[in-house]
């Protein structure tokens, strides 16, 4: 299996467009066809590509992330999903494993990629965990309920 991250263009959203969830998924993320396509500055749209897109997130260069730790020179990943159909086949985890190699080379000032996850999103967090995320003990409230903040060094 051969992983890549690829800044999002309009080529890949048709097959965005079709993306779809189980509702207990669905109710932690948001859907590539449900993003506004002008996204706001600092707000980067990053799709998982294996053979064609697969999965989607968004990394914030923002305002946004200072509300999830001090250090200067971090980025926010949020609104992570894989296809439905595409799960189970580990294409999270290497996404997950890509994304440092990505942030280096397209954000080499970055030393730190933060998320909150809710928490109970076991399954996420378990996903994060066990691919170098670590729980910084940080809580916040979320639409859905309080957050964990978690943290990846790069």
């Not at 299996?1 to 993320?29: A, C, G, V, W």
């Not at 600092?42 to 989607?56: C, D, N, R, T």
């Not at 967090?125 to 670590?134: A, D, P, Q, V």
Request: charged letters at 20%.
């Amino acid at each position: 299996m051969k992983i890549t991250l690829e800044h999002r263009n309009e080529s890949h959203q048709s097959i965005l467009d079709t993306f779809d969830l189980p509702t207990d998924q669905e109710k932690y993320t948001t859907l590539p066809k449900d993003m506004d396509h002008s996204l706001p500055d600092g707000v980067h749209p990053i799709i998982v590509v294996e053979s064609k897109p697969i999965g989607m997130f968004l990394l914030h260069d923002n305002e946004r992330v200072a509300s999830y730790t001090n250090e200067p020179n971090a980025l926010l990943f949020s609104a992570f999903s894989i296809n439905y159909e595409e799960q189970g086949k580990g294409y999270a985890k290497a996404a997950l494993r890509e994304l440092p190699t990505f942030v280096q080379q397209h954000f080499p000032h970055v030393r730190e990629v933060v998320l909150s996850v809710n928490l109970k999103n076991e399954a996420a967090f378990s996903l994060y965990t066990t691919n170098g995320w670590i729980d910084t003990g940080r809580r916040i409230g979320g639409p859905i309920g309080e957050q964990r903040i978690l943290s990846l060094t790069i």
